[in-house]
């Protein structure tokens, strides 16, 4: 009975460890976390030091941010009429891309402002969007079920402060149409002059800001078509400056449309360090 008994574990034995194992696909958690990433917002807000009621709106990405949390990705660009430098003012938050992606994605109105997705939503005039309207949008985005998949590894250097970043886009359908890749980095956290309706503030702490991209304002196109259960891996290499905190930098992935819609099918973040 013993020597039955024997036969029986070592078979379990066996079976076990012949058991399949499933790929990973990332998680909204991390780089290669899981195997559940859900559909991810990006918010693109336009905004200045000189810009008096700005500041409400960065409370209010913050609060959404608190709601959301990582399925929530916002970037502040520093572009218009209200991004220059005040005198007393130690960075210069403006950047080309900045200055392009404002251009690429049309001017504000009025501020604040932001871009959800990078979607012209049924009804309204442009893809720019007045703080009201912002948590309505986010969330009928959340709704949506994600087409594409993202996986972000990032390599820091702290000797030579190089960043090298693989980008691994899993899409979860086959995607016809033409998209591009974009590749952001930001940064949190900068204690710096802002103008806010009770006078200018020297240490207001800028949040997630534009710092540069490693792909063109508008993205790079893959190349080769995007179909279900195929990975495409991306690479690029760039070195922070000294002046950036690494600890408060990010890089975030977009995946997205070109042409008429410049709609984002999904986006990622991870920490560079």
């Not at 990006?42 to 409400?56: W, Y």
């Not at 900045?98 to 049309?106: A, E, R, V």
């Not at 008429?260 to 973040?269: M, N």
Request: hydrophobic share 35%.
């Amino acid at each position: 009975m013993k020597q039955l008994s024997f036969f029986f574990l070592l078979f379990l034995l066996f079976f076990s460890a012949c058991t399949e194992i499933p790929p990973e696909i990332p998680s909204s958690g991390g780089s290669n976390s899981g195997n559940d990433q859900e559909k991810q917002v990006l918010i693109e807000e336009f905004t200045g030091v000189r810009c008096v009621n700005c500041p409400a709106g960065s409370a209010q990405i913050q609060d959404l941010l608190a709601t959301y949390g990582e399925r929530l990705v916002a970037v502040s660009i520093h572009a218009g009429e209200y991004s220059p430098p005040l005198p007393e003012s130690q960075y210069d938050f403006r950047t080309d891309k900045g200055d392009q992606l404002i251009d690429y994605l049309g001017a504000p109105f009025g501020y604040p402002s932001a871009v959800i997705n990078r979607k012209k939503f049924s009804g309204e005039f442009s893809m720019q969007l007045g703080q009201a309207k912002w948590a309505g949008y986010i969330a009928q985005e959340l709704a949506e079920e994600a087409s594409v998949k993202i996986a972000i590894e990032s390599v820091y250097e702290e000797s030579s402060r190089n960043l090298s970043v693989t980008i691994t886009v899993f899409p979860q359908e086959d995607l016809g149409e033409d998209l591009n890749l974009s590749v952001m980095i930001t940064e949190d956290g900068i204690v710096d002059y802002q103008v806010t309706p009770s006078g200018t503030v020297p240490d207001y702490e800028h949040r997630h800001v534009l710092r540069d991209m490693l792909t063109p304002y508008d993205g790079e196109p893959f190349g080769e078509p995007l179909l279900s259960g195929s990975e495409i891996v991306r690479q690029y290499s760039f070195t922070l400056p000294q002046t950036w905190v690494v600890e408060h930098c990010h890089v975030v992935v977009l995946v997205s449309k070109t042409g008429a819609s410049k709609e984002v099918l999904q986006v990622h973040q991870v920490a560079v360090k």
